[in-house]
């Protein structure tokens, strides 16, 4: 069934890696699970392809609100779900296809009061939900040693101690509520950036971000909860935009399509389990030149995409993938 024309309307915010993705998993039908609808790009592009019906799922309410001048174009193809990807196989089983697109939306960035953004004056709060405990709660509540982890461990910030040791200092003076408050301290802290260098509040507010809604967790939790929801021959998609996030889904695909290995050469062999996926292209695909130019925010991106297999489904150790793990949190 066709949508009407307003569906088909350009998204205000361009989905990232969009062509390779529809590309990779051609041709698109049956019921596919939009883990991170945000905006609803891939949503839109999945439907346009051919899905018969998506599943779109987010945890920020602000995504549906958004959406309901297209959204009833599409009908009953179209199901809204609030919640989080790592649940997905509560939402739906025997799916045709996963996507997920991970990190922040643009839309949450460019809202001054989500405060997301270390660009623009706006309370510290960073809820992709709008629930639970806020970045503010945790930079002034937070030890220092466990803010010092967090920003080395989700932030890969070599200032770490020197940030979290200044954050402790002013706060016994007054909290830190708001975005500018904490990137003064941080600049404060740091060397001026050099020209093409990132701002220097970059890591820490990625950091920040990250803990506040446990991203790596419902990464971790999300590719299980995918594992159990595709059926055979089904595909799961992730656009990764970190070297964190793209190593936790290297090696969940490697070690879930047999291609773990034995770590020492001279030890017993052990049984393998038939693998749960089968992974085509092992190298990650990255935007061409067209999307460079056009959306300058896919230039860390990479998609990583699996097939599938009928074997049953099963379990897999957060520290293999490499998951940062932070004490106190």
């Given at each position: 069934m066709a949508a009407a024309s307003s569906a088909t309307d350009p998204a205000p915010h361009v989905p990232v890696l969009l062509r390779p993705l529809l590309k990779a998993v051609a041709p698109v039908t049956g019921t596919w699970l939009d883990g991170t609808f945000g905006a609803g790009g891939y949503t839109k592009g999945l439907l346009e392809a051919g899905a018969e019906r998506v599943i779109a799922v987010d945890r920020d309410p602000l995504a549906f609100e958004m959406a309901a001048d297209w959204a009833e174009a599409y009908g009953e193809r179209l199901v809204m779900q609030r919640g989080n990807f790592a649940q997905m196989d509560d939402y739906a089983r025997d799916l045709e296809g996963v996507v997920l697109d991970l990190g922040v939306s643009s839309m949450q960035l460019d809202q001054a009061e989500r405060g997301f953004s270390f660009m623009k004056e706006g309370p510290?709060?960073?809820?992709?939900?709008?629930?639970?405990?806020?970045?503010?709660?945790?930079?002034?509540?937070?030890?220092?040693?466990?803010?010092?982890?967090?920003?080395?461990?989700?932030?890969?910030?070599?200032?770490?101690?020197?940030?979290?040791?200044?954050?402790?200092?002013?706060?016994?003076?007054?909290?830190?509520?708001?975005?500018?408050e904490l990137v003064r301290l941080i600049e404060a802290n740091l060397p001026r950036p050099k020209p093409g260098q990132s701002h220097p509040a970059t890591r820490s507010f990625q950091a920040l971000r990250i803990a506040v809604n446990d991203e790596y967790g419902s990464l971790f939790e999300g590719l299980m909860a995918a594992e159990r929801a595709l059926k055979p021959g089904g595909q799961l998609a992730v656009v990764t935009f970190h070297s964190v996030e793209d190593r936790m889904v290297k090696r969940f695909l490697t070690a879930r399509s047999g291609g773990g290995g034995n770590a020492n050469r001279f030890a017993p062999q052990v049984a393998r389990e038939e693998p749960q996926f089968r992974v085509e292209k092992k190298k990650a695909i990255g935007p061409d030149a067209q999307e460079l130019e056009e959306n300058p925010r896919s230039r860390s991106a990479k998609l990583r995409v699996a097939i599938r297999t009928e074997a049953p489904s099963g379990a897999v150790d957060a520290k293999a993938l490499g998951m940062p793990q932070v004490k106190g949190l």
């Open positions: 510290l709060d960073m809820r992709m939900s709008q629930e639970g405990p806020s970045a503010a709660d945790l930079v002034n509540g937070a030890e220092e040693a466990t803010l010092a982890n967090i920003l080395f461990q989700y932030g890969e910030e070599r200032a770490s101690r020197r940030i979290a040791r200044a954050i402790v200092r002013a706060r016994e003076t007054a909290p830190i509520t708001t975005t500018l």
